[in-house]
């Protein structure tokens, strides 16, 4: 644009570029809907779309289309890992969180420690090993939200405990990415700083939110919610709520942004913040209203004593009582505020599902610099890396698999028995006379004193002959560490969901290529420690979505027949 312009002037399209745009955003609609129809994996037919379209490909779209579709998209991944905020029980992560911190802990630890066979594949450099770890260490927030929801996952225990180890496995990952810009490409410049910084950044946005939503947006909602009558009647609608979730969402975003954190991270806080104030509006609509109705029924009953003459109830013809108006609670539906879910689906779902998420997953088509990638060397290095860090990911499972250690506590008990032999012997004659003396006592009163009846609770717990505490102890909400699982199929979901990488393992892989971390090759392309890495990215971003579609398949498929011929759920009480 010209110094001296001071608009933008307006010009007409040409139709080759309306039919191609057209053509681009019917494509990637078309061809995530008959996947998803298939597999559950859409988004990987989205992928290949934009390699085709992009510059990858065909180069139908030009570099500045390129940006905007790119910008665009990370627009509908803030969204998407929006909608996942929104659609988690703050229940269930209370209860699932150190589990969900175990499970983003194996898989970030795993491929960072595995990353360093580069130094023996490609001669990789520490700083280079590292570096890669860090891109392969993220799991894709958008891929697995994406696949979560399409498989109606994501509001069961599974969805909980992966898209939180999902979450924080990206937050290790985006604080990677400001690590490696400190870095600016060489090993010099690493500091304590340079780690630490970002690290504490992340941490004390999130126990900021925290304590903000403790002692100051608690004490304000119980005020508003106590005087609701007393504001105007728009505060009440859709469209004020509307206002009120968006400058939450976007408040977040951007202050997280600015103090050196990551946007998704925020953007998920958002989503969990409305989720949180949704459950306090309700809790608090319900005490209230239950208070009222206590104090109308004890005021109507005051009334009728005091009357003599007490108005009868009528009956019909039919049979049927009226009572009194009085009697009949309000109704509690006029009086409840939209919720964020409501205000999602209701302006957000529509655009981002159709619009922004499939240009997300065509801008990381754009990513993949497929030209390069066809070496012999560097496929099978790649091939290999991408091996490796599938199983980094996979070994995630292990967390909800309850292993059998019967051998060994059999071994341990045939251990202890000469030790207990002899503690019996050493002990004092007198204590053990005693002691059974007073047992024996204890039992003859019981069996014939009518007024103490033997404890037979603790028999029935463990006997099996009630259902009820049994099902307290295999609620989804009990404790964090279930009973053993009846298959492996809640083990195998997770681990090959959190297998997909995507958005930010391209990002940090990049930026360190920008930065010349992974060195240059002798013709001025690509290095080939980066080629490597996009291998291992793009395999893991392809296969992990086509075994999960294919494993939550054949789930769906026994669920169904355990509907029809009965028996036990396959997901047990991770798909509760």
């Known amino acids: 644009m010209a110094t001296g312009e001071t608009a933008f002037a307006y010009h007409e399209p040409a139709i080759a570029t309306i039919l191609n745009q057209t053509g681009f955003l019917l494509v990637l609609n ?17 992928l290949f779309v934009g390699i085709l379209w992009g510059t990858p490909g065909a180069k139908w779209l030009d570099r500045d289309m390129e940006t905007v579709i790119q910008q665009l998209g990370y627009l509908g991944l803030i969204m998407l890992v929006y909608e996942g905020g929104l659609s988690t029980s703050l229940p269930a992560l209370k209860t699932n969180l150190l589990l969900s911190l175990a499970v983003a ?9 595995l990353s360093f066979i580069l130094k023996e594949m490609v001669s990789a450099t520490p700083l280079q090993a590292f570096s890669a770890g860090a891109a392969l260490s993220a799991t894709s927030l958008g891929t697995t939200f994406t696949i979560l929801s399409t498989t109606d996952l994501i509001k069961t ?21 400001q690590i490696i810009t400190n870095l600016g490409g060489s090993s010099d410049s690493f500091s304590a700083v340079t780690v630490i910084r970002p690290v504490f950044v992340s941490i004390g946005f999130g126990v900021g939110v925290l304590l903000a939503c403790i002692f100051c947006i608690r004490p304000i909602l119980r005020l508003i919610l106590a005087h609701r009558s007393k504001f105007p009647q728009f505060t009440g609608t859709v469209q004020f709520y509307f206002l009120v979730y968006t400058y939450l969402l ?41 208070s009222h109705m206590a104090t109308g029924s004890s005021t109507e009953d005051v009334s009728q004593e005091q009357d003599s003459t007490p108005e009868e109830p009528k009956t019909t013809q039919h049979g049927q009582v009226n009572r009194p108006l009085a009697s009949v609670p309000p109704s509690n539906q006029n009086n409840e505020a939209p ?26 088509g754009f990513a993949i610099p497929i030209t390069e990638m066809f070496n012999g060397k560097i496929v099978w290095r790649g091939v ?55 047992e024996k006592l204890k039992a003859q009163t019981q069996t014939t004193d009518p007024s103490h009846p033997p404890n037979t609770e603790h028999r029935e717990i463990f006997s099996g002959s009630t259902n009820e505490p049994t099902q307290q102890l295999n609620s989804p909400l009990s404790s964090s560490l279930p009973p053993k699982p009846k298959s492996l199929y809640p083990a195998s979901i997770l681990g090959l969901a959190m297998v997909s990488r995507g958005e930010v393992g391209y990002l940090i892989a990049s930026l360190a290529e920008s930065q010349r971390i992974f060195g240059t090759s002798s013709s001025g392309k690509s290095s080939e420690t980066y080629l490597v890495i996009v291998w291992a990215i793009s395999l893991c971003t392809l296969i992990g979505p086509i075994c999960v579609g294919t494993l939550v398949k054949r789930v769906k498929a026994l669920q169904r027949k355990r509907v029809d011929q009965g028996g036990l759920d396959p997901l047990g009480v991770w798909g509760i």
């Open 384 to 438: 290999v890396y991408a091996i490796l860090m599938m199983f980094g990911k996979l070994i995630t499972g292990l967390w909800l698999v309850r292993f059998s250690f019967r051998p060994v506590s059999s071994m341990v008990r045939i251990i202890k028995r000469p030790f207990s032999r002899a503690v019996l012997f050493c002990a004092r004659p007198t204590a053990t006379a005693e002691k059974q003396k007073k």
């Open 30 to 46: 078309l061809v995530n809907v008959c996947l998803d129809k298939l597999l559950y994996c859409g988004l990987i037919g989205q």
């Open 105 to 113: 802990i194996t898989g970030i630890g795993a491929p960072m420690g």
């Open 157 to 177: 225990r599974l969805g909980t405990v992966t898209t939180s180890a999902a979450m924080l496995d990206d937050v290790v990952g985006l604080v990677m990415v």
């Open 339 to 364: 919720s964020g879910k409501l205000v999602y689906e209701k302006y957000y779902h529509a655009p981002v599902i159709r619009i922004l998420i499939p240009l997300f997953f065509a801008s990381i």
């Open 250 to 290: 976007v408040g977040l975003v951007a202050g997280a942004t600015y103090a050196g954190t990551s946007s998704l991270f925020a953007a998920y806080l958002a989503g969990v913040v409305t989720s949180w104030i949704d459950d306090f509006s309700k809790e608090n609509s319900v005490a209230e209203d239950t």
